[in-house]
Nanobody, 121 residues
Framework: QVQLVESGGGLVQPGGSLRLSCAAS????????MGWYRQAPGKQRELVAT???????NYADSMKGRFTISRENAKNTVYLQMNSLKPEDTAVYYC???????????????WGRGTQVTVSS
């Protein structure tokens, strides 16, 4: 069973930092894009950042300059370094990946269960 497991969330003060990790496991031939999304109470899930297998990144405007997405392909892991955190960053952060089970496979999409990030004094 292919799955994504997020870790690194928690409670942090405004201006603080957290580093989230997301590791993919199971029958995976390759992973294409990976990304982070978040969902705050009462709001739609929104894009945080994405990264391609080649390392090209994309960020939502509110995260630019504060968040950094990176990956270690050999470990099937994506990271999100979050700095200068604000109360409005409080949300459940979800990992997403597009992957192939075999070289000839179609591309599958999968979501992690999420990790809570709370920014509060």
């Amino acid at each position: 069973q292919v799955q994504l497991v997020e870790s690194g969330g928690g409670l942090v003060q405004p201006g603080g930092s957290l580093r989230l990790s997301c590791a993919a496991s199971g029958r995976i031939f390759s992973i294409n894009d990976m990304g982070w999304y978040r969902q705050a109470p009462g709001k739609q899930r929104e894009l945080v950042a994405t990264i391609t297998s080649g390392g090209s990144t994309n960020y939502a405007d509110s995260m630019k300059g504060r968040f950094t997405i990176s990956r270690e392909n050999a470990k099937n892991t994506v990271y999100l370094q979050m700095n200068s955190l604000k109360p409005e960053d409080t949300a459940v952060y979800y990992c997403n990946a597009a992957y192939k089970k075999f070289s000839w496979s179609v591309i599958y999409g999968i979501w992690g269960r999420g990790t809570q990030v709370t920014v509060s004094s």
